[in-house]
Structures are given as C-alpha cells and as structure tokens.
C-alpha cells in the first residue's frame, strides 16, 4: 500500500482494517485534488474556476436508506421512530464487505475537525473513493494545521464508496443504497450513492448524537453576529433561506448550516457553506454568487451551458442543485467559528400556503412549540406527484438527523432560552397574496428589513397584534414595509379562500403536533394554533 501525504502513520488505513489498498492520498489540497478529479473525469471545470460534477441517481441525501446500529449504547437512547435500526452482525457483515471492496482501489483520504470549539470538536477522517468527494468534505469541515496531522487520531471514521452496492438481505438495509452508523465504534459507511452531502451530515448525525449528554445543544442552523457582539441564530430547513438570510453584509457569518451552543456560547461545527443554488443571481445573493467563480469551490449538478458558464435557473438535472464552499470565501465570515450567547433566534418557513405573517415574535412556549414542530412546505414541481403545497413538518428544524428523541433537542433549547433571555421570532419566507401559483415569493428585501429590525431591537418597540389563527403577535407597522404584507389576508383577493387554507394549515399542526403532547407542559400544548372566534 502506497501512502502520500501528511498523516498520523501510526493510524493509517491499515489501522482501520483496509489491506491491499494500491494507494491512499491523505490531506491534499484543492490542486490535487482538481487534477484527479478531472483526471478521471469525475468532474469539469466551469469559468471562473469551480469545479463541477454529476451525482447520478442521487440528487439528494436517501434518509430512508440511513440506519443506526442497536447496542447496549444506543438501545435505550435513540429514538427509533426516526432512524432506521441495524443490527450488530449486519453492520459488522457490511463492514467487512467495504474493506473487502475497497482492495485494490485508490482512496482519499481527509484528517478534519467537526466543530470550531476544541472541547466539543469530532476529529474525523473521511476515506472517500472519488478524489472530489475528498474535495467537498475537506471544504465543508474545518481544516487543520499542518502540524497538527502528524499526530492526528481520529475519533469518528466516515468510509465513503459510492460503487458499493448493498444487499438487503445480507445487510439488514432497505436497497443497494446505505448510510449505517455505528455510535459505539464511531464508524459511518456510505455506500450506493454519490451525493456528497451524506458525508457532511452524517459527522452532524454524530454530533447530534455525542453533544446533548455534554450539555450542548446542537443545531440545524446558520449563524451570524453583530458589530455589538450580538449573535443570532436561524433555523430552517432546505430551502427556507439559512444560508441566503445569514449572508448578510453588515454582520459577521459563522457559519450556514451546524452549530452548537455550549455554556460558553455558540460555534459553527463546519469550515464551509453548502448552498441550494437554484435561481442563484448576483443582484440577490452578491456574497455567494461570487463563490461560484471561485477556484476550490464544488458545484454538484450545477448544469454548463456550451463556454462552461453555469445556468443556474435550469432545473433539469435537479430542483437540488448545490455548491460547496470554504467558508472565507464569505468577505465577512469569522476567523474563529465561534460567539457570544445568542441575543436572537429566528425559525424560518417556507408557507407555500400563503398564510404565515412574515414575521412574528414568540414566546417561551410558542418557540417550544414551532421548535419542536418545525414547519415547512414543498411547493408544486419540486417533487413528482407533489401538483399543491405540501406541509412539512421536519422536528428541531432537521428530523433526518437527530438520532435522540426531540424532547433532547427541545428541553435543551428552552433552558437555554430562558437562561440567556432569547428573542424568538418566526420568520415566512414563502408566500404572500395566495398560495403557490396564485400568489408571490416573499420580496427578500421585505426579509431582510424586518430581519434587520429585529435583530437590532426596534422591532420589540412596535406595536403588535395577535394573529387569529397562530396566536402569534405580528408587528401592525416596520419602517420601509408595506403594512398590508404583515397582515396576510390583506394580500389576499379572496378572504373566504384565505379562511379555508389558514384552517386548513391549523389543522395540520395541531394533527402533527399530537405525538409531542405526552412529552410537552400545558404551557407549550396551549401555544397550538387554533381558529379563534375573532377571526370568523
């Protein structure tokens, strides 16, 4: 076995269980790695500098092909309602068979941390078959020093190999595709896919895992922090705006995705973005759009037209279409990854269904409650079958990736809440004036002033009514906003037809929300929505 690079030989792929490797490539850096790529034409290069390649089959993560090993440490603690249980002799079955695939081939291999605060960080080595797959998660985590490799130990090892194809039989998985993590051994394998985000998530699906008995509460979120030291955090699934909102020019990014929040404050676990890239302009999103021409940026799916300038309005390999940067290439990003408390948290949606003020404060029990419900919509096309809104309700703003029960995630948030003295604030970045297809996307402009507002307090100073069917207080009035968009129905031309959709979305949270109730106070099941008499 050949080995190339800066590493820990004491704890090379040999240490693992690999033999017969031809060669292992560890630590190398975006040149390299470019030529390899292109070099087995894993990838292109488009103008301006970004690499791009194709994930096949894959255009996203197979949540449904994710499964956690059952032991004695994972038994009793992870919530198996969520993820897919293994057993102890299919993961053994299945490792075995990856060390057994990989004989012969040429790995990649990265030493990175997960997480900007050393007490809590995952030193993680990712073995990955294609050379730019080693690229993304090199610029999705956080990169050592040099010096620091010839005595990396890794505590989680991630195998990554997408011609792998799983047996079901053999390996107690549900198709040719599989993410199986072993918390005990601290083994993750992905195998039938070439998507890379199943990489960087499954160091966050560790994380989420490992943190909440440390104290920390880990998040689906991005991050950003305030000449006055002050930091805010917004949760929100794909698509609701995380990275778009957080990359704001007069305030200081941590980060676009993972975070956690220690006793000590807040820290991005990741050293990169990975950004939807969908309808991406530069008059919009000026910051990330100039990532795109960037050398060491990965876009997957992302389609070139005949002089290699992407389109990034053309959907047709995916609605899913991503980029992957490092994190300074953000002119504002932090060079430390770390915070102060957060002054403010912001959970975003997407209300497809038009209905949702686009701003709200919470209290105590209301986050709890939208927390743990964690509301979105898919709109029509973006899904096949999917022709209307379709709610979504994701628990903790990231179901796919709690390995704990939400209450974990939930208790941990409240006290943290309480303790620090949070503003929350719900956040629609959807629809206004109709639902999908009748009305419009929420002007971005209008987000990021009240957005703005809010977090430098003189929100709090308006006047706020009570929206009748979330219980929610709306502000009635914000400088620079039109003051019908904060007042829905007002958008509307039909209030009849507004009335039935709000009904309709009440119902689907209250119908959702029933499996959180044994777990919940009577404080946080009365902040449920319900269609109040004033409204009728």
Known sequence: MKQLGDFNPAYGADKFGFTDLKQVAYNFDAPFLYEEAMQRREAVLAKGGAIVAET????????????????AVTHDSVWWDNNGKMSKEHFDTLLADFLSHAKGKELFAQDLYGGADQTFRVKTRVFTEYA??????RTMLIRPDRSELVSFVPDLTIVDLPSFRADPKRHGCRTETVIAIDFSRKIVLIGGTSYAGEMKKSVFSYLNFVLPAQGVMPMHCSANVGDKNDSAVFFGLSGTGKTTLSADPERTLLGDDEHGWSKDGIFNFEGGCYAKAIKLSEEAEPEIFATTKMFGTVMENVVLDANRVPDFDDASK???TRIAYPLDFIPNASATGRATHPKNIVMLTCDAFGVLPPIAKLDPSQAMYHFLSGYTAKVAGTEKGVTEPQATFSTCFGAPFMPRHPSVYGNLLRDLIARHHVDCWLVNTGWTGGKYGVGRRMPIRVTRRLLRAALDGSLSK?????????????PTSVPGVEPHILDPVKTWQSKAEFVETAKKLVGMFRENF???????????????????IAAE
């Open 56 to 71: 096949g089959q894959h255009t996203g993560r197979s949540p449904k092909d994710k499964f956690v090993v059952d032991d």
């Open 132 to 137: 730019w797959h080693s690229l993304f998660i």
């Open 318 to 320: 995916t609605e899913n």
């Open 462 to 474: 308006e006047h706020f009514r009570t929206d009748p069917y979330f219980g929610l207080a709306v």
């Open 514 to 532: 029933v499996k959180f109730e044994p777990h919940v106070d009577e404080e946080v099941k009365g902040a449920a929505p319900i269609v109040r």
